[in-house]
């Protein structure tokens, strides 16, 4: 199986997790190809940031017992020309270790937000005269629909409020109508989109001709805005869980193969800074359990195996093999991912 959206830690963040701990527990659950956010302790916006963990990352998978996964990054894009075109020329000789492009059009864990429709705009008109035809994976929430006012880290639920729906609907227009406007010639990937209007976004821009995916994360696919008050904000990430129909809207979508893959958006957190309002959690063990609800929805294990890595390789024209886990070792691994971090964010779901 390939991840394609992970937030791997080490450094001067390895009280939350190592780049070894992460893969191993990955690797154990049968996952074999990690792609790294660029919101890293040292973001990945400069040649030597990136080439700097590629080699922590490399270093770190031939410590992995069992099969040595692949590890690759992805360059996080500012709206300065310099940086976005120094990016593109990193890209082409790097892929496919340097696997493509991150945007965060809204603010997220760290400082990387490309916040404004002009900023953003100017990303893909660098993009495009850079003459990048990669993926560009964006994080679509909309800086101006947020409230951040309204979040209170007593009252857990209150992120929904916070980070409501319509800024990542919005979002995704946004982008949508930039490829549109700049004749990018990418692939505009929507990352963890949690929302069915978001969805039906992208279907119709898919109709319409354009290079576009989406992921969906297991949270979002078995999880629903019931447990946002979990205490200690354990179920607090960006986007936050939805409703329960939209959570049902996007099991559907996978079941009928209108998602394009399933990544798992790990990102591990302390207690500690989980308390103070640390969005993100642990994912891996999460992958496995959606693949088991898959599996009883019936759906076609050559289906499975899309949504689990063979259209990841085929969209960011990586080659490499994709085969999903046996339930006896799937079993096994879900005991040991399910205890290997602080929390089990999805204590709630019985395999």
Known sequence: MIDPHVHLRDGAQANKETLLHGMSIGVLCGITAFFDMPNTAVPLTTEVAIRERLIAGAEAAQKVSGNTPIYGVYGGVTAHATQVLMLVKLYQELHPKMVGMKMFAGHST?????????????????????????????????????????????????????RPGQAEVSSVADQIALVRETGFQGTLHICHISTAESVALVEQARIEGMRITCGVTPHHA???????????????????????????????ALCEGRVDWIESDHAPHTLVDKAEGASGIPGFAGMLLLLKRLQ????????????????????????????????????????????????????????
């Open 296 to 351: 009883q929805a019936q759906v076609a294990p050559a289906e499975l195996e899309q949504l689990y890595g063979k259209r990841v390789c085929t969209v960011f024209d990586i080659d490499l093999p994709v085969t999903l886990p046996d339930v006896a070792s799937m079993d096994r691994a879900l005991a040991i991912a399910r205890s290997a971090y602080p929390w089990d964010p999805f204590g709630s779901i019985t395999p």
């Open 222 to 252: 078995l999880l629903n805005d019931s447990l946002a008050s979990t205490e200690g904000n354990l179920l607090k990430m960006n986007p936050p869980l939805r409703s329960e129909a939209d959570r049902k809207a996007l099991f559907t």
């Open 110 to 162: 760290g400082s990387m937000g490309v916040i404004g429709l002009a900023e953003q705009r100017a990303v893909y008109q660098n993009l495009v005269a850079g003459g990048y035809r990669g993926v560009l994976a964006v994080h679509c929430e909309k800086e101006s629909l947020l409230r951040p006012e309204l979040w209170n880290k007593h009252n857990p639920a209150s992120h929904i409020l916070a």
